[in-house]
């Protein structure tokens, strides 16, 4: 079984600065997937970001990366110059082969203008 | 063009009532998905469909009843409602079953049983 632990049930950020949150999991499995998706007030969620397990470079998507720690089973979310629409709940998942995702508590994140 | 959808977005009912949600994919995924999302927040996987087949069922009460007419439609048809049904209920597919497999959700129905 997994389990997915976001240590974070809120965090705040200025406009225009960088936030991290963070995300550990716990897995026997080796080959895995790991996803940060938001959810903003309209409820949709909305991938962000995704990194296999077996890469060691971490994924990059615009302003959004990852810092993915293998062996600590660590997976933050890094959101540079912070915008107000990206104010939202953000859930870490991770989900291996013939699974289905497991999400954390989520982390509500503020953003203040 | 909408990916995922689901009807209603909202569904107010009375205990002991039987309803439907019902969930359309237009991304020619094979494998479909329900999650619940209760007052917390907390998302949690229902069922799983690959190809109109079953694949997982994680301990819901058999009051709820998946549907899979084709492998683009996923119903939901909940009986004799509780108020512990009171959440948002997300519809989810993706290419395959795979882990490296993204779902994609539709933008939710919340439930709310009174």
């Known amino acids: 079984a997994q389990t997915v632990t976001q240590s974070q049930p809120e965090m705040s950020v200025q406009e225009a600065e960088t936030v991290t949150l963070s995300c550990t999991y716990d897995t026997s499995e080796s080959d895995y997937y790991l996803f940060w998706y938001k959810q903003p007030p309209s409820r949709q969620m909305i991938l962000v970001i995704r990194q296999e397990a077996y890469k060691q470079q971490n994924a990059t998507e615009n302003r959004f990366s990852v810092n993915f720690q293998k062996a600590a089973k660590s997976f933050s979310l890094k959101i540079s110059d912070s915008q107000l629409g990206d104010a939202a709940m953000y859930f870490c998942a991770s989900r291996y082969a013939g699974n289905m995702l497991t999400f954390g508590g989520g982390t509500r994140l503020m953003v203040k203008p | ?114």
């Open chain 2, 1 to 114: 063009d909408t990916a995922v959808s689901q009807t209603p977005k909202y569904l107010v009912t009375q205990m002991g009532n039987d309803k439907s949600i019902k969930c359309e994919q237009n991304l020619g995924h094979d494998t479909m998905y329900w999650y619940k999302q209760d007052s917390k927040k907390f998302l949690k996987i229902m069922f799983s469909y690959n190809n109109k087949e079953l694949i997982i069922n994680e301990t819901v009460p058999n009051r709820f009843s998946p549907k899979s007419p084709d492998k683009a439609h996923l119903n939901l048809h909940i009986n004799s409602l509780e108020l512990g049904d009171s959440a948002v209920y997300f519809c989810a597919s993706s290419r395959g079953g795979m882990g490296s497999d993204t779902q994609y959700f539709g933008p939710g129905t919340r439930l709310t049983v009174l």
